[in-house]
């Protein structure tokens, strides 16, 4: 296990987020908000923070090529629209210049005098939440897969993809447990694709974060995920005990029954690379 290849504009990483579309996706959580838009919400943050990473004085450096693959009732789908919407993987760069649409949102800040004054901010969005039909999860993995090779194929010395997978309910579309052990054996010299699950409840309860073994999961379909997850790098390791979590060499990319806490802190530490040169 290796996950050391310094990141830089010539040799840059991915990541793939591969987000669960179907139509338990609308149910709300504790916040009351659907399951759906709180994810996306999680996503377009994560996807500004990793344009304000790459963000130097002369602009934004191409550290990371991202995509998002969504599916549900139309099939797998691309999650981003417009220009970005041609090609899976984009250049962060890209991002930066095309969201699909800028919201204005209200925000509470410290006035610096011990009160709080509530301010408006642009918040920019590339991933709409939907939440329709069935979980074609084995043909989303799939699809990744696909797009994974032939990037691993053109960046050979670079650091391995993360695919962040958000789901919250079984695949309909038959096991996607041997199509889950493909995508993580795709390599760059560096190492193989992580792959990362969370399951989304409604539940705010009894979550189950970054899990050493399948003892004491509370069902095959939580076991099913872990299955389906990498072992954490070192690194990966550090950021996750640094937010206060519990893991060990032996933890995986996975977190059950996440409300909504655990989805940012799952976004934040999935695409959290080695170092940026």
């Given at each position: ?73 139309n099939g797998v789908v691309n ?99 041997e199509i889950a052990s493909h ?78 806490a655990e989805i940012v802190d ?12």
């Amino acid at each position: 296990m290796a996950y050391e290849a310094q990141i830089s504009r010539h040799n840059p990483t991915a990541f793939l987020f591969i987000v669960d579309q179907s139509g338990s996706m609308s149910d709300k959580m504790s916040s009351g908000r659907s399951k759906a838009e709180f994810v996306a919400d999680a996503l377009n943050r994560t996807l500004m923070n990793l344009v304000t990473r790459c963000t130097k004085s002369e602009g934004v450096r191409n550290y990371f090529e991202v995509g998002v693959l969504g599916y549900g009732g139309n099939g797998v789908v691309n999650g981003f629209s417009g220009i970005l919407g041609s090609t899976i993987l984009n250049p962060v760069s890209a991002l930066e210049q095309n969201p699909a649409r800028i919201e204005e949102r209200k925000r509470k800040i410290d006035d610096g005098a011990g009160g709080i004054i509530e301010t408006t901010v642009k918040f920019p969005v590339w991933f709409t939440p939907i939440a329709s039909g069935g979980t074609p999860m084995k043909d989303a993995l799939a699809t990744a897969a696909e797009v994974l090779v032939a990037w691993c194929d053109s960046h050979p010395d670079c650091y391995p993809p993360t695919v962040l997978h958000v789901t919250d309910g079984e695949s309909t579309d038959g096991d996607p447990e041997e199509i889950a052990s493909h995508l993580r054996q795709i390599r760059t010299n560096d190492g193989e694709v992580l792959v990362l699950n969370i399951h989304v409840s409604a539940l705010g309860h009894d979550v189950i974060r970054f899990p050493s073994s399948e003892h004491g999961l509370p069902d095959s379909y939580a076991k099913l995920l872990f299955r389906m997850s990498s072992l954490l790098p070192a690194h990966l390791l550090g950021f996750a005990q640094e937010k206060g979590h519990s893991v060990s060499p032996e933890s995986h990319g996975f977190m059950f029954n996440a409300e909504a806490a655990e989805i940012v802190d799952f976004f934040d530490i999935g695409t959290r690379a080695s170092q940026l040169r």
